[in-house]
């Protein structure tokens, strides 16, 4: 499909690295729901996968592919992904750990920026996110709230909340329903409310709750509204909106956030993830429709579609110059390491 580039820096916020399918090490606490043993899982897979079928078909999306390539062959692809939409920067918000990642990043700065992604629970988490950020070169930190049987408000989590604050990085949790249609549906962080005292708590640290709540839209707005430092970012098919008892579009979400909490805290994902799909083309075209009919300005479209994330990974002022040299460091071999 043809793409126009848009006349101001386009980055995509919310990006998932396919990672090969692994079972945690003996000992270390699985960041997922409790085991109900692999024959029921794999129930629950096919669950999964007849829902993701048609939603697919609506889209028109091709079937993910089921080998996966190696490191080097998954760079190479984004950066033409990269290239043939002219994004300016494509964040990936998991990657199989932070290691497998940084490596990505590193092959790339200019183009990719990684988040670090490992159990919050762990009593090296602060550590480890210090390392990620200040050794490996990641951005941020993301975290799925509905794996998590501790409240986010726990005592257990304050050495990391106290490190990402003093990092000064943004923080992208997933709250609502996980894994779609035959995914995780409750649990004790499933509200976005369930942040909110942590918000609080560290006002430096800048929230980002993905596809406008996940069917949480009410207790998102009351976030927003009692904390200032939460966004909210518009990623994915958000094909809960065909389970929410309201009738409610993208272009209506698009409407009461910009009302509400402005253009300065909305910010463009597309959850891309698997090929031969790529880049999800399709989630930018219908955004940058709703909002186009909803007559938003220019310099607002400019904040939501790459301005704001920019500001969150601190490279709003990036010059020309900086970038160019970004590249060159950029420039290796190409080759990458296993999964960590």
């Known amino acids: 499909m043809d793409f126009k580039p848009l006349p101001f820096p386009l980055v995509d916020f919310h990006i998932h690295l396919v990672q090969p399918r692994k079972k945690p090490a003996k000992g270390v606490p699985a960041y997922r729901r409790p085991e109900y043993g692999e024959a029921k899982e794999q129930i629950h897979r096919r669950w999964s996968e007849d829902y993701d079928r048609p939603w697919r078909r609506a889209f028109n999306f091709p079937d993910p592919e089921t080998d996966i390539p190696p490191l080097d062959e998954a760079i190479r692809r984004w950066q033409a992904e990269a290239a043939r939409y002219n994004i300016a920067k494509l964040v990936f918000v998991t990657g199989g750990g932070n290691d497998r990642l940084s490596q990505v990043v590193q092959q790339d700065p200019a183009t990719f920026a990684g988040f670090a992604h490992h159990y919050p629970g762990d009593p090296k988490a602060a550590a480890d996110l210090e390392r990620a950020v200040r050794q490996q070169g990641l951005k941020g930190l993301k975290i799925f709230a509905p794996l998590l049987d501790e409240p986010l408000a726990s005592p257990l ?6 490190k990402a604050e003093e990092l000064q990085i943004p923080v992208l949790v997933h709250f609502g329903i996980l894994g779609g249609g035959g995914g995780i549906a409750s ?3 499933i509200s976005p409310l369930s ?13 980002v709750v993905p596809h406008f709540g996940c069917g949480y839209v009410r207790e998102l707005l009351q976030l927003c509204w009692s904390s200032a430092n939460v966004h909210v970012d518009t990623s994915g098919n958000n094909e809960w909106l065909r389970w929410y008892p309201e009738s409610l579009t993208v272009e209506d979400l698009f409407r009461k956030f910009y ?16 090929f031969p799909r790529g880049f999800a083309l399709r989630y930018l075209l219908d955004q940058l429709r709703d909002c186009y009919h909803l007559a938003m300005k220019d310099e ?11 500001r969150l990974l601190k490279e709003e002022g990036r010059s020309e110059e900086e970038k160019g040299e970004g590249e060159k460091q950029g420039q290796g071999d190409g080759k990458g390491g296993e999964d960590a």
């Open 157 to 162: 989590f304050r050495p990391l909340w106290e």
């Open 187 to 189: 649990g004790t962080n």
């Open 195 to 207: 942040i909110e005292p942590v918000a609080k708590a560290y006002p430096g640290i800048p929230f």
């Open 259 to 274: 009302e509400t909490v402005g253009p300065g805290r909305i910010i463009f994902g597309s959850d891309s993830s698997y």
């Open 300 to 310: 607002d479209l400019a904040l939501i579609f790459g301005g704001n994330a920019l």
